[in-house]
């Protein structure tokens, strides 16, 4: 078992870009398990945390509906969206500006082999972050992401973070999508993780101020080091 974990700071990235690196990242860590079964081997595997802001970009998980996008493709051309069908589960989000994207690449077998548990976790770190700003935040039963007013029968239920992730023979990919400076409009263009009878939020529209991006990062993930107990060291993007 390995709790070592590489934090790649990807900055500003275009979604298809760090899509590749996740997939790089993944495939390696499938080779060495495949080739320790097959060779009766024990060569750990590796873990990243990859941290990425994408430009504007509407993503549809594998059981997503593309009728949820409301956009037509020439209309996405004209305000300059990308827009990606990909092999996530859930169903169609949006990416961009003021978001904090975290990509985990975790061997689970490293932690513990227990998806579930794993989504709630990451759910986790955003609630108990949210926690240091004076936010409530919790969990909706059925709908997996972070929500406000989120008990049974509260006015006004809110999205602020969305999950969504693979998995192959443990190892993850894809991951969180944290709305901080987000703006709110382009949510509009879609039914968000086709929910249509509730709303999307951010941090800043919350606190009603702009918010330091990088100061909820870092809070971030000190929350994620600590609940997943695993220790981290800067890296740069590996040559793939």
């Known amino acids: 078992m390995n709790n070592q974990v590489d934090l ?16 790089n990242l993944l495939a390696r860590n ?43 493709e020439s209309e996405l051309k004209q305000r300059n969206i990308d827009y990606f069908p990909i092999n996530r589960g859930g169903d169609i989000t949006y990416h961009g500006p003021g978001q904090i994207v975290i990509y985990p690449i975790f061997d689970l077998e490293n932690f513990e082999p227990d998806l579930g548990k794993y989504l709630r976790t990451l759910e986790e770190a955003v609630i108990l972050t949210l926690k240091e700003y004076n936010i409530d935040s919790g969990r909706i039963h059925g709908l997996t992401g972070v929500w406000l007013d989120y008990k049974n029968n509260s006015p006004n239920p809110r999205k602020i ?15 969180l999508a944290f709305n901080i400076n987000t703006d709110l409009n382009y949510f509009d263009n879609i039914i968000p993780c086709g929910i249509d009878d509730k709303a999307v939020t951010s941090l800043a529209n919350e ?4 918010v330091n991006i990088d100061e909820v990062r870092k809070k971030l993930v000190l929350q994620l080091k600590d609940l997943f107990q695993f220790e981290y060291n800067s890296a740069e993007i590996p040559v793939l």
């Open 8 to 23: 790649i700071d990807l900055g500003k990235m275009p979604f298809k870009e760090a899509w590749d690196i996740q997939e």
């Open 30 to 72: 499938i080779e060495i398990k495949i080739s320790n079964k097959r060779n009766s081997q024990s060569q750990a595997t590796k873990n990243y945390l990859l941290i990425v802001e994408h430009p504007h970009v509407y993503t549809l998980g594998k059981s997503g509906d593309p009728k949820n996008l409301l956009l037509s």
């Open 161 to 175: 973070c969305a999950i969504g992730i693979k998995s192959s023979r443990w190892v993850t990919m894809h991951g």
């Open 207 to 210: 606190l009603e101020e702009d």
